[in-house]
């Protein structure tokens, strides 16, 4: 073991390690030039068009509508319509039918919708591959379950669906969201109109092509694609809920727009977890944890274990192993198969995270950044991490949405509680450590929706998914994720 470690403390990472290019064929996707809004299972020529590009090369894709209020209107209409004339009335077992269905039709595509995500979203394919398209057909899957045996989730309740849902969804898993939403809505009975978020709409746009393949009554999920702009028309117009995932101040302005008005709410937002390593922990494995944790999905994950503890006595070993792991990560090409690091989202997001990492050297801590070459065009942020960080810090405090890690230390569990709930979101945790009773302790006194330990950003649809304090409330996921899309009789 000697032996190893030495031979780590003298040569680098193997940077220049080449590997050929493997990237995965792109023609198994077809495009259109334009795309218009998905209303009553038919394409509406859109009024007002945009663009949308692959954030790695900055390459056009297509032309996309922005929707405007008559238009989410118009799609809030149809799915009302579709509601009355014959999806409420369904029996479960029918609805289910549609939503395996779907999730049959989403593993057959399986590949199609995978290079379309990396090619939209900048994320790599093995990710796109491995875990957003997978995870959305268990989804669809899961649900599909659920869509004839509501009685028995909620014995003695008589569920009944709620109507029209309105979904607002961001741009780090477009169709894993999409997934997130549409699944429980239509099995627990409702109708949808959903909207992708801007600089991500292709998958649910494809999406829409899967939903005639599956034969789902018209009218049914309604796609309305654009800015911000469209989300707020689709808050303000006549929906009986609004399930919404996004930013905390969004969800704060939707919270605002609602009041007084009889429409449930559920709020999915941001977070800014804390990933605790206690000295006793499987070190190697948790430098693995922690890297899965902030730089899956170039770290554009709202569960993202952006805060990292580290119980002081092996600061310097989980510092060391983590750079020399950070320096075999391959950042570029989305759809290459060998790439661990993918591109930034957009413009915008990579502005945002320059900015917080510009804070984070100003405000005097230390940045690592393992030596990689970035493409020329195209958004890209290497893999960054932060130590001799304060809690003051605003790296510390803020969500930065990307691939930078700040690294804070404790020497109790107490303190690393204190440290750790120590922000005004409340999403999610890691707990490493080989101590059972430790991990029960910390995990019931985080403020977390959800806790891993010795583990990170693991999904499960029947596991339950949400926040505490301004990480929003309701759940997605699980018979949990049924009910903000019911009400009881
Ligand atoms: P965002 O700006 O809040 O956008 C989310 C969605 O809301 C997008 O579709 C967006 O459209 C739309 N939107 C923007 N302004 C709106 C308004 N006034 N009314 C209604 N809808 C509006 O967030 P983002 O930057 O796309 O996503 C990053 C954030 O989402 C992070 O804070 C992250 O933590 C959070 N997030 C949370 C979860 C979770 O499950 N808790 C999951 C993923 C992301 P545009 O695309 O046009 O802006
Ligand atoms: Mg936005």
């Not at 309105?166 to 997934?179: K, V």
């Not at 009218?219 to 929906?239: F, H």
């Not at 900015?355 to 890209?380: D, N, T």
Request: aromatic letters at 10%; charged letters at 25%.
């Amino acid at each position: 073991m000697t032996d190893v470690e030495k031979r780590e403390a003298a040569v680098p990472a193997p940077a220049g390690w080449d590997y050929a290019p493997a990237p995965e064929a792109r023609d198994i996707v077809q495009l259109r030039e334009r795309y218009g809004l998905f209303v009553g299972g038919q394409w509406l020529e859109p009024t007002d068009t945009y663009t949308t590009i692959s954030p790695a090369t900055e390459e056009p894709l297509a032309e996309i509508a922005q929707a405007s209020a008559d238009e989410v209107t118009e799609a809030v209409a149809a799915a009302r319509v579709a509601f009355e004339d014959g999806w409420s009335g369904l029996p479960g077992s029918e609805r289910a039918k549609y939503l395996f269905r779907i999730a049959r039709i989403l593993q057959e595509r399986a590949r199609e919708f995978a290079v379309l995500e990396s090619l939209n979203g900048g994320k790599p394919i093995k990710e796109s591959r491995d875990v957003d398209v997978p995870l959305a057909a268990a989804h669809f899957f899961y649900y599909a379950g659920w869509a004839d045996k509501l009685e028995y989730a909620f014995p003695n309740r008589n569920p009944r669906p709620l109507g029209v849902a309105g979904q607002i969804i961001p741009w780090n898993f477009p169709l894993l969201m999409l997934a997130w939403k549409i699944a429980p809505a239509l099995a627990a009975g409702n109708t949808v109109v959903l909207k992708p978020a801007e600089t991500t709409p292709l998958s649910a746009l494809l999406f829409c092509d899967v939903l005639r393949q599956a034969e789902l009554p018209a009218g049914v999920v309604n796609i309305v694609t654009g800015d911000g702009r469209t989300g707020a028309a689709l808050v303000e117009s006549e929906v009986d809920k609004i399930a919404f995932t996004g930013s905390t101040d969004v969800g704060k302005a939707i919270q605002r727009q609602l009041a007084g008005r009889p429409v449930k709410l559920t709020l999915e937002l941001g977070g800014k977890a804390a990933n605790v390593i206690f000295d006793d922990a499987a070190l190697d494995q948790a430098v693995e944890g922690i890297v899965n944790g902030i730089y899956f999905n170039q770290g554009h994950v709202c569960c993202a274990g952006s805060r990292l503890f580290v119980q002081e006595s092996v600061t310097d070993d989980v510092i060391r192993k983590l750079k020399r792991r950070m320096g075999t990560l391959r950042v570029g090409d989305p759809l290459d198969k060998n790439t661990d690091v993918g591109a930034i989202n957009s413009r915008q997001q990579l502005e945002k995270i320059q900015e917080l990492v510009e804070s984070g050297r100003e405000e005097g801590a230390e940045i690592y950044q393992p030596p990689c070459r970035l493409p020329e065009k195209g958004y890209w942020f290497a893999p960054t991490v932060f130590t001799e960080v304060a809690q003051s810090y605003r790296i510390a405090q803020e969500e930065i949405f990307g691939p930078v890690l700040s690294v804070l230390t404790f020497r109790t569990p107490e303190e690393a509680l204190e440290k750790a709930n120590n922000t005004p979101y409340g999403l999610s945790a890691g707990v490493w450590t080989e101590k059972g009773s430790r991990i029960l302790w910390m995990a019931e006194r985080l403020r977390a929706g959800v806790v891993w330990a010795n583990t990170y950003n693991r999904f499960d649809p029947a596991s339950p998914f949400g926040g505490y304090k301004e990480s929003g409330f309701g759940r997605e996921g699980g018979r949990h994720g049924l009910e903000p899309y019911l009400r009881f009789e």
